[in-house]
């Protein structure tokens, strides 16, 4: 084939797949603009009757049944109930998003969509809310039907942006609010680090920005309690490598397993090398099934060093070493190192961590930082 007839070709593929990025995106949006517009619609009947709790019961019944018959599944009283939950949360933050002082007019780019009398027309203000950088909605339903059941509303957040920045699917988003990401990050952070978590999502800076407490790897299917070498660990991290670099975080390539290096006629293997885009730094990442010793902070003090005295380019970050190990002791890293050495030990679990247990940590930790420092802010 010719070079022009290839371009040619290449460029309507580019067209189809464009279109159908697009297609699916308004898909979602209407389908989100939808629910919400029915949830309000709910809101205001029921606010409209006399005796709210009575009427608003028969009212989704009677609703669920009528549109049931005209259109069959996807109306449930239990959905409905959905679509008004899904109004209730969400209807403030629509409120902040959209420049208009009143209910009315922020809402107003929502209900020109619907209110559009053909398909035609119906695609020109989904554009123009698009283009406007109005679009109050960037995931798809499935995904809010996640984000309802979270309570606290800065998590909430959290996961919503996450979600959107990092084109989580569904199945991404409910594992990682299933594995208690935000108190594992916000447990890694002082209060400050947390409140940038609920607004801004997970910002890479510094090293410690990719730490988590502890890091999860349920995926792996291990028993927690079976007895397994540091080399069978690291071969079911790397027989799943993609699900540990979504665990890991933002930024992360992997390079090598059991990277070899020789000084002084002697040879070492490190377990796991990566490198982090964000930071610009090698990550390394050592494998301890038993109890942390203080041999074993030793020796990645010395991977360390060669990364950044053989391997580190000038233009590129100090090196960060990282001990993943059962069990996290922090008195022994911190006896052991320097106060500026840019290594970490990280316990990692097998199993999903108990989400009422970590958030009675994280409520804790607010606590017992507030009573040092004073309130000098939000809540978390």
């Known amino acids: 084939m010719k070079k022009k007839g290839l371009e040619f070709f290449d460029s309507i593929a580019r067209l189809i797949e464009q279109a159908r990025k697009y297609v699916g995106r308004t898909a979602d949006l209407t389908m989100c603009v939808t629910y919400f517009e029915i949830g309000r619609m709910i809101k205001e009947e029921e606010q409209g009757g006399e005796s709210r709790a009575k009427y608003g019961k028969k009212l989704l ?6 549109l049931g018959d005209k259109f069959g599944k996807g109306f449930s009283e239990t959905n409905l109930k959905n679509f008004r939950k899904f109004y209730q949360i969400y ?8 420049s208009a002082e009143s209910e009315s007019s922020a809402l107003a780019p929502i209900r020109q969509i619907l209110s559009a009398e053909s398909e035609r027309s119906t695609l020109v203000p989904i554009r123009q809310t698009l283009s406007a950088g109005l679009n109050p909605f960037k995931l798809g339903w499935s995904h809010y039907q996640i984000l309802m059941r979270i309570e606290n509303e800065q998590e909430r957040r959290f996961y919503e942006i996450e979600a959107a920045k990092e084109q989580w699917s569904v199945k991404q988003l409910s594992r990682q609010v299933g594995s208690s990401l935000y108190e594992r990050l916000a447990l ?29 790897l349920e995926f792996l299917g291990l028993e927690e309690r079976s007895k397994y070498s540091e080399s069978e660990l690291e071969q079911a991290l790397i027989d799943n490598m993609q699900k540990f670099l979504l665990e890991l975080g933002k930024g992360f390539l992997f390079e090598a397993r059991q ?3 020789t000084f002084d006629e002697q040879h070492f293997f490190v377990d796991l090398v990566f490198y982090n885009r964000l930071l610009q730094c090698y990550v390394i990442i050592d494998l301890k099934t038993d109890e942390l010793k203080h041999q074993d902070l030793g020796q990645m003090q010395m991977y360390v060093n060669y990364f950044d005295r053989h391997i580190k380019q000038d233009f590129e970050k100090p090196t960060v070493g990282i001990l993943l190990c059962k069990k996290q002791n922090d008195s022994i890293v911190e006896l052991t190192l320097p106060k500026d050495a840019n ?5 990692y679990s097998l199993y999903l961590p108990d989400k ?13 930082f507030e009573e040092t420092h004073g309130d000098q802010g939000d809540e978390v």
């Open 61 to 66: 019944t009677e609703l669920s049944a009528y």
């Open 91 to 98: 209807a403030p933050s629509i409120q902040q998003m959209a």
């Open 188 to 216: 890694s952070r002082d209060k400050e680090g947390v409140m940038r978590l609920s607004n801004e999502g997970q910002t890479v800076e510094k090293p410690q920005d990719i730490l988590k407490n502890p890091l999860v």
């Open 259 to 261: 990277k070899r290096f």
């Open 343 to 347: 290594i970490y030990a990280s316990a």
């Open 356 to 368: 009422a247990l970590l958030q009675r940590k994280l409520a804790e930790w607010v606590e017992e």
